[in-house]
């Protein structure tokens, strides 16, 4: 499979504190994606991230890419109650222009 | 802007029933997708499609038939319903070319 596989499955948090979950593919990358998806909603997305790019940020979400491990870690710093969700990264990969792989997710729980 | 919107929202099917269900997004974008997410496996790709009149096959296509007779809308189809297809299905749309994808909020079916 090409999907992109989180690590870990689930994590739970305090309130305040930070949530770093990774994700790790198999073949090379045109970009990789994170979304967010809260209970019984759809996805969204959050932040993309280009092969050539090292590092993004957006608010309080920072993003890396690391190709030559073939793996991406999302940061959410200072998390509050409404970061409960699932996250998911999704990779495209090249020669395939139409279509994203989304690993399971990482489910993130904040506690107050 | 009503994005990516998904009917019904819930439905539960009998063995061999069928259905129809509708995806419709007003963002005027090329691409559309079904998903289907069931747990612990994240969301697999089952048809997409590049434009309109066009449709191909994803992930796990088997049982189910699309169709894109306008631009806006893309139906997924089950002839024969059976319990494995008891999943949440995710209508996605997007301008391809490896960009982000909006979703819409999902219809959860029950085949009994």
């Given at each position: 499979?090409?999907?992109?596989e989180?690590d ?5 948090i ?11 593919y ?7 994606q994170?979304y967010?998806q809260?209970?019984?909603?759809g996805?969204?997305h959050?932040i993309?991230?280009?092969s050539n790019?090292?590092?993004k940020?957006?608010g ?10 073939k793996s991406?870690s ?12 699932s996250?998911f990264?999704?990779?495209a990969?090249l020669?395939?222009?139409?279509k994203?792989s989304f690993g399971a ?7 107050a | 802007?009503?994005?990516?919107t998904?009917?019904?929202?819930f439905r539960?099917l009998k ?15 090329e691409y559309?997708y ?7 496996m ?7 499609s590049v ?7 994803g992930?796990?296509p088997?049982g ?5 007779l ?6 997924l189809?089950?002839?024969s319903a059976?319990?494995s297809?008891?999943s949440v299905?995710?209508c996605?749309s997007g301008r ?8 819409g909020p999902?219809?959860?079916l029950?085949?009994l």
């Amino acid at each position: 499979s090409q999907q992109g596989e989180e690590d870990p499955q689930a994590l739970s948090i305090q309130e305040g504190e930070n949530a770093t979950m990774n994700c790790s593919y198999k073949t090379s990358i045109n970009n990789l994606q994170w979304y967010r998806q809260n209970s019984g909603r759809g996805l969204v997305h959050l932040i993309l991230i280009r092969s050539n790019e090292r590092e993004k940020h957006s608010g309080r979400l920072r993003v890396t890419l690391d190709t030559s491990k073939k793996s991406s870690s999302l940061l959410i710093t200072a998390s509050r109650a409404a970061d409960t969700a699932s996250y998911f990264c999704a990779t495209a990969f090249l020669g395939n222009d139409y279509k994203l792989s989304f690993g399971a997710g990482t489910t993130v729980t904040v506690r107050a | 802007n009503a994005g990516v919107t998904q009917t019904p929202k819930f439905r539960v099917l009998k063995t061999g029933q069928s259905m129809t269900l509708l995806c419709a997004q007003d963002m005027n974008h090329e691409y559309m997708y079904w998903y289907r997410q069931d747990p612990g496996m994240g969301l697999r790709l089952i048809h997409y499609s590049v434009g309109e009149g066009t449709t191909a096959k994803g992930e796990v296509p088997d049982g189910y038939n699309v169709s894109r007779l306008k631009k806006q809308n893309f139906l997924l189809g089950l002839e024969s319903a059976a319990p494995s297809q008891t999943s949440v299905y995710f209508c996605a749309s997007g301008r391809g070319n490896h960009n982000e994808q909006f979703f819409g909020p999902g219809t959860r079916l029950t085949v009994l």
